[in-house]
Structure formats: structure tokens, C-alpha cells
């Protein structure tokens, strides 16, 4: 089983920040692209900002010059720093993993995308 734990969300007035971290644990073989997505009430879940394993970022439009995608691959982790905070950016954020893990028999692999259980960030005005 792979588990992705999120920390680092809360309430922060507009102009403050926040970091999120998610850690990755369990039997994974190769940890890909990473990524944050958020999702606000009555929205559809969006991708904020990606990751990949050799550190190639990419960000929505809107977070451009505030978030910053960050990861540690000894660590399993990927963080987001998140400046300059507006109301807009309130949102449950879940951290994605793209993963490789073992397969069911030896020397087979498979891919798992695996999702976090989301963290809240409401940004008050």
C-alpha cells in the first residue's frame, strides 16, 4: 500500500502564506511526477501546480509567481509554498503522486497514481 499525508493547511488572512508537505510512504518501487490539485466548493477539482521527478514544474495561471512546487526525493515529499494568499485560493487541497510500485510477482511493476485525504485552506479577506 502507498499512503500520501498531507500537512501545513489552516486559515491565514489574504496576503499571508502557507506550506504545504505531503509525505509518500509505503512499498514504492519509483515516485514520478508529483503534484498539488485543490478543489473549492461547487468547483471542480483543478491542477495547481506538478512536478516532475527531475524537478520540471509547471503552475495554473492564477498561482503564477506566488506558489512556488517544491520536492524532496530522499524524503518521498513534495511541498507547495504558497504567498501572497487571496479568498479565491480557499480550496481542500490533495496532494498526487504519480507511482511505480511492485507488481504480483517478482520483477513486475505497475503503475498507482495514489491521492491524499486533502487539507483545507480558507483565506479570510
Known amino acids: 500500500q502507498v499512503q500520501l499525508v498531507e500537512s501545513g493547511g489552516g486559515l491565514v488572512q489574504a496576503g499571508g502564506s502557507l506550506r504545504l508537505s505531503c509525505a509518500a510512504s509505503?512499498?514504492?518501487?519509483?515516485?514520478?511526477?508529483m503534484g498539488w490539485y485543490r478543489q473549492a466548493p461547487g468547483k471542480q477539482r483543478e491542477l495547481v501546480a506538478g512536478i516532475t521527478s527531475g524537478g520540471s514544474t509547471n503552475y495554473v495561471d492564477s498561482v503564477k509567481g506566488r506558489f512556488t512546487i517544491s520536492r524532496d526525493n530522499a524524503k518521498n515529499t513534495v511541498y507547495l509554498q504558497m504567498n501572497s494568499l487571496k479568498p479565491e485560493d480557499t480550496a481542500v487541497y490533495y496532494c498526487?503522486?504519480?507511482?511505480?510500485?511492485?507488481?504480483?510477482?517478482?520483477?513486475?511493476?505497475?503503475?498507482?497514481?495514489?491521492w491524499g485525504q486533502g487539507t483545507l485552506v480558507a483565506v479570510s479577506s
Open positions: 509505503g512499498n514504492i518501487f519509483r515516485l514520478n511526477a
Open positions: 498526487n503522486a504519480q507511482t511505480v510500485i511492485p507488481g504480483a510477482i517478482p520483477l513486475a511493476y505497475r503503475d498507482l497514481e495514489v
